[in-house]
Nanobody, 121 residues
């Protein structure tokens, strides 16, 4: 089993930056992907970035390409999401996810954090 704990959310003005962190613990060696999702009330959870723990390959949703950067610090099992040039439409609850089977994390990922709120005004 794997536990994920996010941090780093908050309120920021449009054009600003935030960095989200997700610390993984437990059987982290089993993970094949880690990723970030976001959700707003009444909408489906949306995958915005994912990274393969094997080859480091990344995936980004078109809406965040060029503005967000996903990275992973293997030594401390921490996943990051650097968010720059934030827009009001980026306002959402952001979730960290991880999965032992897939190289790109999808909504069916096995493990999820509790979420951290990002608000852009």
């Amino acid at each position: 089993h794997v536990q994920l704990v996010e941090s780093g959310g908050g309120s920021v003005q449009a054009g600003g930056s935030l960095r989200l962190s997700c610390v993984a613990s437990g059987n982290t060696y089993s993970l094949n992907c880690m990723g970030w999702f976001r959700q707003t009330p009444g909408k489906d959870r949306e995958g915005i970035a994912s990274i393969s723990t094997g080859d480091g390959g990344t995936f980004y949703h078109d809406s965040v390409k060029g503005r967000f950067t996903i990275s992973r610090h293997n030594a401390n099992n921490t996943l990051y999401l650097q968010m720059d040039n934030l827009r009001p439409e980026d306002t959402a609850m952001y979730y960290c996810a991880a999965d032992p089977r897939r190289s790109i994390c999808g909504r069916g990922a096995d493990y999820w954090g509790q979420g951290t709120q990002v608000t852009v005004s």
